[in-house]
């Protein structure tokens, strides 16, 4: 059993386009996040929510729109892609994380992005 | 300025025998928590190990130990008996209380180790 599912694997597109991610999990966490690994391998946090609330916005351009239907779900639309939308983004979810305690995300596989 | 830092872009070590990846980090929390991740070149994260900034002993998990050190804002990774398949790309990651219930991880740059038969 997939523990945290991203659909698609792949998507290359175009510039201009409109694409959307999807993300599943099914261990029962009420957080999500979205995360960018850009070519050099660094990744870094776009969004995360939390029981369907967004909770962090890491100044990401408003042409990426997450959208949580439930906690089992976060999706990302991404409007008018651009070559620097280019990456690999992955999905992760945790428990809700409090002041102590581990709280460790479990990353889905990842979708690589192209943008032509 | 960098919260985590891995100096090492590379490293290689022979099967079998233990290797240490580095990992230092900069936060004035009081409490936060570091992990460690594996990335294949299949692409997937793996999460390996994680300290607390509270915890009294090193983590250890199988193969996997960390080896704390809070004076020096340390937490670097030690493979012991290094197999084939542990060549990968190690990120640390540190989460701090100051990030409240958004889970927040800050990574580091990350260390590519290829282990050689």
Redo the contacts between chains.
């Keep these: 059993d997939t523990a945290v599912s991203q659909t698609p694997k792949y998507l290359v597109t175009q510039m201009g386009n409109d694409k959307s991610i999807k993300c599943e999990q099914n261990l029962g966490h009420d957080?999500m996040?979205w995360?960018k690994q850009d070519s050099?391998?660094?990744?870094?946090?776009m969004f995360?929510y939390?029981n369907k609330e967004l909770?962090?916005n890491?100044t990401v351009p408003n042409r990426f729109s997450p959208k949580s239907p439930d906690k089992a779900h976060l999706n990302l639309h991404i409007n008018s892609l651009e070559l620097g939308d280019s990456a690999?983004y992955?999905c992760?979810s945790?428990q809700?994380?409090?002041?102590?305690?581990?709280?460790?995300?479990?990353?889905?596989?990842?979708t690589?992005l192209t943008v032509t | 300025a960098q919260k985590i830092t891995q100096t090492q872009p590379g490293m290689f070590v022979q099967e079998k025998e233990a290797v240490t990846l580095d990992c230092t980090y900069d936060t004035s929390d009081p409490s936060y928590g570091l992990f460690w991740y594996k990335q294949p070149s299949s692409g997937e994260m793996i999460f390996l190990i994680y300290q607390g900034s509270y915890d009294q002993q090193n983590a250890t998990e199988g193969r996997y130990s960390l080896n704390f050190q809070k004076a020096r804002k340390s937490a670097n990774l030690v493979i012991s008996a290094s197999q084939l398949g542990d060549s990968a790309m190690y990120f640390c990651a540190m989460r701090e209380s100051g990030s409240g219930n958004t889970g927040k991880l800050i990574f580091g740059q990350g260390t590519t180790l290829q282990v050689k038969p």
Excluded at chain 1, 40 to 45: E, H, S
Excluded at chain 1, 96 to 110: D, H, K, M, N, V
């Design positions: 957080t996040y995360y050099k391998k660094f990744l870094k946090i995360s939390n909770i962090i890491e690999v992955f992760a945790s809700t994380p409090r002041l102590a305690g581990i709280y460790e995300q479990y990353f889905g596989p990842g690589r």
